[in-house]
């Protein structure tokens, strides 16, 4: 299955790009020390606001004379740090409280399913600016909020694939044979619907990406002077008659990063849908 | 239809009750209290002061009891005073700017219908073709652009350099004294940009979901049938499986409520529109609890009310929707 997925998202040369784009912002960010011609924070007041291509600066510099392709490389480490985490948190209470719905059914599953539509009535963007109004803005706490507003589609698809699942034979054959409940969701049935989840959650590192950078171009994401994509166009903002170059690449690097997660993610949705295995010559 | 209507207006009950609960617990995450932000602003304030402080917003009292005594006000529709130097009444500062974050949001969703309709029917009736290629990946390309970084773009493309747009506020200087046609192309020129942004977003959506659905309702039965009987091909691409592709468009519309609402947010501050989302964002960085609240009250009505939409529209037109609900 593993073969014939990787051979589906091959067949699929955008979701592929998409994913060969990925590889390569892991390691831009990894190798950011190493890669980054300037130091990313140095401020150079004689060298501020120099267009693209200007003494070595191949992006141009900022109103502080830091070089922007720098700060655009290790503004990649923010995005990547925030993406994974948000999603790895509201992964993982998307399957608990999921599993839980989904396995135990009856009084649990109505609780938990009308949180989930609950949490679903508060535009996330609401609901993400309250909690940072009353926590202070920094990169844990932006994380934790996108994790703990974006958990409820996860939750929704693990509880239909459990449902399902659970009255199939083999986990019946399991708890014949003496598994415990806890066995049973954690090693026979949450397997079995992690396709779905990963497609999920792939989607939704792209839309944490987008809701971070959004965060810190309002102020009140991951704070200065960390170089991130969504403050440094915060800047780009107010210089936008004199350096149009500080407005159009980090927009364009959050553009790309996004992109490449979404068309990662619709290819695997595709590889993953057993409607499609069957296509794929042997 | 009526009484549709009445069990969907019942099952709200709970969701808003629900929706108090969240809000009201958002807003007491705080390792400290509201009277600490006001009154750390004057260093002069007492430890008098500060007692009399928690006193006046009942922040004494046991929690449970704040939420009921938040709630029966609510009910009232007394929101409580902002912390802002104007004192002034939280519902009427949002009662004023709830029109023009409705009007953004209208238009930017007919937009994305007008836009997203031909290009998702189109796409799908010639699936693998150039212009289903393209057009997926427009809308790929539209919904991972940021809307602030269009709107900065926008914003030097046609206020900057063209000088065709305005780039911020909803009506030039003089707007009182100019005749109802002129105030009419002044807001367009203002509110185009922003409408615009805000919607491409949406394209993605909509667009891809009425291609997969058209894909499916091609390959069914009835249209076999019908084609069977005789009709030409447009009549049955155009008529018997556009029918069938467009209700479900009803729900995805309702859908998009929220990220629109949240969205105003960004695009109002971005162009300083006097709307909700502009109010909120100064709410949070100001610190201003009492309108955050109410905001976030609101926006969560807001989806509610849209989700309620959604759900009647679809039942007018489908009535096995209406059906199931009572099974």
Known sequence: MMKNTLRLLWRNRLAFAGGIVVLSLFAVSWLAPAIAPFDPDKVQVRERLKPPGTAGHVLGTDSLGRDVLSRLIWGSRVSLKVGIVAVGIATLIGLFLGALAGYHGGVTDGVIMRFVDLMLCFPSMFLILAVIAVLEPSIWNVMIVIGLTGWMGVARLVRADLMSLKGRDFALAARAMGAGDTRIILVHLLPNAMGPVLVTATLGVAGAILTESALSFLGLGVQPPTPTWGAMLTEGKDYLQQAWWLSLYPGLAILVTVLSYNLLGEGLREALDPHNREAVPK | ?327
């Not at chain 2, 919904?143 to 602030?148: N, V």
């Open chain 2, 1 to 327: 239809m009526l009484k549709f209507t009445a069990v969907r207006l019942l099952m709200m009950i709970p969701t808003l009750i629900g929706i108090t609960i969240v809000s009201f617990t958002v807003m007491h995450l705080a390792p400290g209290d509201p009277t600490n932000y006001v009154l750390d602003m004057n260093p002069k304030a007492s430890q008098t002061a500060r007692a009399r402080m928690r006193e006046l917003y009942g922040l004494d009292k046991p929690i449970h009891v704040q939420y009921w005594n938040w709630l029966k006000s609510l009910a009232k529709m007394d929101l409580g005073r902002s912390f802002a130097p104007d004192r002034r009444l939280v519902t009427e500062k949002i009662v004023e700017r709830l029109p023009v974050t409705l009007a953004l949001n209208v238009f930017s969703m007919a937009i994305i219908l007008i836009v997203s309709l031909p290009l998702g029917l189109v796409a799908a009736v010639k699936a693998g073709g150039m212009f289903d290629k393209s057009s997926t990946v427009f809308v790929f390309v539209c919904f991972a652009a940021p809307s602030f970084w269009l709107a900065l773009l926008g914003m030097y493309l046609f206020g900057v350099k063209l000088g065709w747009l305005p780039i911020s506020g909803m009506t030039s200087l003089g707007f009182e004294h100019m005749t109802s046609w002129q105030k009419f192309a002044d807001l367009s020129r203002h509110l185009a940009m922003p409408v615009v942004i805000s919607s491409l977003g949406g394209l993605a959506g909509l667009s891809r979901y009425l291609r997969s659905n058209m894909l499916e309702i091609i390959r069914k039965d009835f249209l076999t049938t019908a084609r069977a009987k005789g009709l030409s091909e447009r009549v049955v691409i155009w008529k018997h499986a556009l029918r069938n592709a467009l209700i479900p468009v009803i729900t995805i519309l309702g859908l998009s409520v929220p990220g629109l609402v949240g969205g105003s947010v960004i695009m109002e501050s971005i162009y300083a529109i006097p709307g909700l989302g502009q109010l909120f964002y100064v709410a949070v960085m100001s610190r201003d609890y009492p309108v955050v609240m109410g905001g976030l009250v609101m926006g969560a009505v807001l989806t509610l009310l849209g989700n309620l939409l959604a759900d009647l529209g679809y039942a007018a037109v489908d009535p096995r929707v209406r059906d199931a609900a009572f099974k």
